[in-house]
């Protein structure tokens, strides 16, 4: 699965960002698509998953009430809806996919967008 993540940029705090990813390649149907985030200097962290059937979701309580991830398996697309955006949100976001049992294992990664978030 080759994975492309776009939408990030530069905003200030209490704005809103919309991240995408394309996928192609094997069924994308067949996988749980999360987003994960690095911020300089620190580890990378699960942000939110949407399991393959696109009825269940999870968060990081960080960005839990926010963050809103959605799928659509007739484009091969997910998307990171960032509300309420914060200084400490700024991180390079990188779109996977995987599965989730419990927590993200993420078998193919994108390249990673940055957003960038002004206080």
């Known amino acids: 699965v080759q994975l492309q993540a776009s939408g990030g940029g530069l905003v200030q705090a209490g704005d809103s960002l919309r991240l995408s990813c394309a996928a192609s390649g094997r069924a994308f149907s067949n996988y749980d698509m999360g987003w994960f985030r690095q911020a300089p200097g620190k580890e990378r962290e699960f942000v939110a998953a949407?399991?393959?059937?696109?009825?269940?979701?999870y968060y990081a309580d960080a960005v839990k009430g926010r963050f809103t991830i959605s799928r659509d398996n007739t484009k091969n697309t997910v998307h990171l809806q960032m509300n309420s955006l914060k200084p400490e949100d700024t991180a390079v976001y990188y779109c996977?996919?995987?599965?989730?049992?419990?927590?993200?294992?993420?078998?193919?990664w994108g390249q990673g967008t940055l957003v960038t978030v002004s206080s």
């Open positions: 949407n399991i393959r059937s696109g009825y269940f979701t």
């Open positions: 996977v996919a995987g599965i989730f049992v419990r927590s993200m294992r993420a078998d193919y």
